[in-house]
């Protein structure tokens, strides 16, 4: 488990360390330090059935379908190495990207889509695309990977 400032209001982490304004919710100062903020995979050990579930995995698309031509990346994640459920009582409720460790985007899901979404990153971008997931049980899940 990881120590971050998170938002008193929506649970937001702050990866960058800005308390400032929260950018999911706008409330401002209203970060506290959390000890148990996000939960790391421990890769060097067996994962279990829980971090098979919740870890944001990733897929590096390099020739963007959207818009030919223009050198985008797309980033494709999907929570867990086994699909997470996605049921009224157990689901990601939110994926939460951000750019070496700078938030970029924040997807709001429900029980009626799969755990997954993408960031759809300009030409030329390079660095960590960091994701925080959270599910309604078990909480903040953190992985990245570098573009």
Known sequence: MMKSKV???????????NTEVC??????????????????ADFKTEKGESEKKHIPSFTVVREC?????AGCVDV???IGEITHPSLPEHHITE?????DNKFAANVIL????????????KGGT??????????????????EIEV
């Open 95 to 99: 994926i939460t990207f951000y750019i």
């Open 110 to 121: 429900s029980a009626n889509v799969n755990p997954a979404s993408v960031i759809h990153l």
């Open 76 to 78: 494709h994640v999907k």
């Open 23 to 40: 950018p999911i919710c706008f409330a401002k100062n209203v970060f506290e330090d959390k000890e148990d903020a996000y939960k790391l």
């Open 7 to 17: 938002c008193k209001i929506c649970g937001y982490v702050a990866l960058d360390g």
């Open 65 to 69: 379908g959207l818009i030919p031509n």
């Open 126 to 143: 390079k660095g960590k695309v960091q994701v925080i997931e959270t599910c309604n049980i078990h909480g903040k899940w953190y992985n």
